[in-house]
């Protein structure tokens, strides 16, 4: 997983689904590693932002911090859509 080496097994609480996200594509979509409760247990995905927010929502999830190479991009699309960039788990909110 290209994010996998940006987090730690430590930064994950244990059960607890994730999100790290590592990418921007199109101005659009979220380029993301889903990591279901468990640290070995990750998964790419790609999500148009709303999306991605929802399935965020829909899965509990905790954000880890946007890798540094996505940072100012993932930023421009929260503001695009209305979502506090500053703030993860703001953007992923119910």
Known sequence: MKGETDFTEADIP??????????????LFV???????DP?????????????QEFCSINDVKALPVAEEAQESYERLCWRFGAKPGRPDDVLAR
């Open 31 to 37: 380029e993301f590693d889903f990591i279901a409760g």
């Open 40 to 52: 070995t247990l990750q998964v790419e995905l790609v999500l148009p932002f709303p999306a991605f």
């Open 14 to 27: 244990p059960g607890r689904n994730c999100v790290r996200v590592f990418g921007v594509k199109r101005d």
